[in-house]
Nanobody
Framework: QVQLVESGGGAVQPGGSLRLSCAAS????????MGWYRQYPGKQRELVAT???????NYSDSVKGRFTISRDNAKNTVYLQMNSLKPEDTAVYYC????????WGQGTRVTVSS
């Protein structure tokens, strides 16, 4: 059984920074893609950023230049460094992993407000 455990969410003022972490545990085979999605109330989850095993990254236009995704393959962990946060970044952030199937974390809330 695979489990994704997220941490690092919280409340921050506009312009601030947060770092999200997601660690995968359990019976894990080769992890191909790890990433982050976010969900606004009443909306579908949307892509924030993904990173392949080889290090290729992809970002949504709304976070390019502000967020950075990184992976530690030895620890089966993915990170999301979020800088210059805006109120519109307020959402629940979910970790996602492809490894013989798709897996999701439980979500961590990020609130950006003055």
């Amino acid at each position: 059984q695979v489990q994704l455990v997220e941490s690092g969410g919280g409340a921050v003022q506009p312009g601030g920074s947060l770092r999200l972490s997601c660690a995968a545990s359990g019976t894990i085979f080769r992890i191909n893609v790890m990433g982050w999605y976010r969900q606004y109330p009443g909306k579908q989850r949307e892509l924030v950023a993904t990173a392949t095993r080889s290090g290729s990254t992809n970002y949504s236009d709304s976070v390019k230049g502000r967020f950075t995704i990184s992976r530690d393959n030895a620890k089966n962990t993915v990170y999301l460094q979020m800088n210059s946060l805006k109120p519109e970044d307020t959402a629940v952030y979910y970790c996602n992993m492809w490894s013989g199937g798709e897996y999701w974390g439980q979500g961590t809330r990020v609130t950006v407000s003055s």
